[in-house]
C-alpha cells in the first residue's frame, strides 16, 4: 500500500498492479486499491487467470481496469470481456461492495462500469499471435499488451527477445494493434 500511496502521487495516468507473478491474495489487493482512493491514477490488475470469478472480485474490491493474460483465441478474449461486463454486454454478477462507494454510488456505479471500466489482454504465445486478428477484433477490448518473455518461452526462445523470429511476431502483434485501432504496449 506504501509503494501504491507514493506512485499515485507522481502522476501516473494508470499503474498495473500485478496479481498473476506475485503473491496477492484478496486480503493484500484490497489496501493497494484503497491507495488509490481520490487520485486520477487509474488502478489496473493483470489477474493470475481468465477466470470470472477472479475478475469480478477484484473488479467489485476497486480495481478499474484488468489485464487478462495468455489470451490465445478470440473466444479467450470474449470470456475476458464479459468477465468484466455487466449484462448484457456481459455475465459480471452484480455486487461491486468497494467499487460502488458501499453502495453509497451504486447509481452512477450502474450507469458506468460497462463503459469506463478497461479490458486488457495481453498476448505472450505464439498461438495467440497466430490468431492475433481475431482476438483484437472481439468487441469490448480496450488494449492490448504483449509478454515478450513468454512470447519468445513459447516459440522455443526462452529469453532471447532480440531474436529475429520473436521480434517478428512482437511486430506482427503492434500491427494488429495499430490495424484494430488498439493502443499496444510492449514491456522490455
Known amino acids: 500500500p506504501f509503494a501504491a500511496e507514493i506512485m499515485t502521487g507522481c502522476g501516473f495516468d494508470?499503474?498495473?498492479i500485478d496479481a498473476e507473478h506475485s503473491p496477492f491474495t484478496l486480503d493484500s489487493l484490497l489496501p493497494v486499491l484503497m491507495a488509490f482512493?481520490?487520485?486520477?491514477?487509474?488502478?489496473l490488475v493483470r489477474v493470475p487467470w481468465n477466470d470470472r470469478v477472479l475478475i469480478k472480485q477484484m473488479l467489485d474490491l476497486g480495481a478499474e481496469g484488468i489485464l487478462v493474460p495468455m489470451?490465445?483465441?478470440?473466444?479467450e478474449a470474449r470470456q475476458a470481456v464479459a468477465a468484466c461486463k455487466y449484462p448484457p454486454a456481459g455475465i459480471r454478477g452484480f455486487g461491486p461492495r468497494r467499487a460502488?462507494?458501499?453502495a453509497r454510488t451504486s447509481k452512477a456505479y450502474i450507469q458506468t462500469a460497462n463503459e469506463s471500466l478497461l479490458v486488457l489482454v495481453q498476448i505472450e504465445h505464439i498461438e495467440a499471435v497466430r490468431r492475433v486478428e481475431e482476438i483484437l477484433a472481439v468487441p469490448g477490448l480496450d488494449a492490448v499488451l504483449l509478454g515478450p518473455m513468454d512470447l519468445s518461452?513459447?516459440?522455443?526462445?526462452?529469453?532471447?527477445?532480440?531474436h529475429p523470429d520473436v521480434q517478428s511476431a512482437i511486430e506482427k502483434v503492434i500491427a494488429a494493434a495499430r490495424a484494430a485501432g488498439?493502443?499496444?504496449g510492449v514491456p522490455m
Request: hydrophobic content about 40%; overall charge negative.
Open 100 to 102: 460502488s462507494g458501499y
Open 182 to 184: 488498439l493502443p499496444v
Open 71 to 75: 489470451v490465445n483465441s478470440a473466444e
Open 37 to 43: 482512493n481520490g487520485l486520477e491514477t487509474v488502478p
Open 14 to 16: 494508470w499503474l498495473l
Open 153 to 162: 518461452a513459447s516459440m522455443g526462445r526462452l529469453g532471447q527477445i532480440d
